[in-house]
């Protein structure tokens, strides 16, 4: 069995971060994205070989991810010569691989039992299945709609509030068995929710699907990208650098320097390299990326700095995302939700926000 993951977004929604980042690389405190889920996928024993479809900056991705020896699975990479949609992609990915593949949008981080998702599709011998997953306000979302027996019936675009009949939408993974590509052209953008779906309903095959009340999100924006964070340091997201970690939380790479006098509240992760001076504050839900510099009587809370940053003298950070290569002068403040691209740099009292 193969899982392939579509990769191939521009991440716009994330700019600037996704300028020079792709979004399946963009770090989780310090590991990109697609390790998450690389590391679902290889919990099933049959799936031998997770193929990457990917579009924008493609070299980017493979220098990081590599061949995937050190994640204890096999990555291969495909391209698309042009965007190709979500079906397009896969059946361009899937290529002459006729068995069942497991598919994730590259935007996804969840904790879903997988393997439970796989048996469903075996014991029902479905054609595909969908995971489906609720939400709190259903007329933002294309919504799903199934029969009692799990059988979807239906996708429906954004209901008005009077339509509403349920409040489950598409969680973005399935499994799909390859004989039905098909359905879909070959080398031209298809849409899998708007073109091979419906098709499957309309042809009564059996499409099934699999209704997951776990932890999911979507991090494709600046929001969600910070809600991920704090997730994982509450402990909603079980994962390493907070897994058991005992309150207050906090995170400290073995080689960072966190000098006597310097402030840390839980929960926080600084990353290997990092400097806090004596009279730093790192407050809740900060995040220091690696090699970053913090200079006696800086402030940063519920932010998210990446990697070798500077951050200046009485510099204050708050609720704000940086980049790479970031250098925030003496005395500056950001907030406000304030999100800084790879190497800005803001000079001394500057400030983002009255």
Sequence with gaps: MKAILLAGGK??????????????????????????????????PEIDEVILS??????????????????????????????????????????????????FNGDVLTQIDLAAVIALHKEREARATIVLTPVENPSAYGLVETDADGNVQQFVEK?????????????????????????????????????????????RETFVAYVYNGYWIDIGTPEKYIDVHRDIMDG?????????????????????????????????????????????????????????HVEGGASIEGSILWPHSRVNRGASIRDAILGRDCHIGESAAVGGGAVLGDNTTLTDYTRTER
């Design 54 to 103: 990917l579009n924008y900056q493609p070299d980017r991705i493979e220098e990081v991810l590599g061949d995937g020896s050190a994640f204890g699975i096999k990555l291969r990479y495909v391209v698309e010569p042009e965007p190709l949609g979500t079906g397009g992609a896969v059946k361009y990915a899937a290529g002459k691989i006729s068995d069942s593949i497991v598919v």
């Design 236 to 292: 909603r997201y079980a994962t390493a650098p907070f897994l058991d970690l005992p309150a207050p939380r906090v995170s400290v790479a073995p080689d960072a320097i966190v000098e006597k006098g310097a402030t840390l509240e839980g929960p926080c992760f600084i990353d290997r390299g990092a400097v806090v001076q004596a009279g730093a504050r790192i407050g809740p839900y900060s995040v220091i990326g690696e090699q970053t």
């Design 159 to 203: 209901p008005d509030a009077d339509h509403i009949t349920t409040n489950y939408i598409n969680a973005g993974i399935y499994v799909l068995e390859a004989d039905t590509f098909d359905r879909m052209p070959d080398g031209e953008p298809c849409s899998i929710e708007r073109t091979y779906f419906p098709s499957l309903v309309e042809q």
């Design 11 to 44: 991440g716009t929604r994330l700019r600037p971060l996704t300028i020079h980042t792709p979004k399946p690389i963009v770090p989780i405190f310090n590991r990109p994205f697609l390790q998450y889920q690389i590391d679902l996928v290889k919990q099933i």
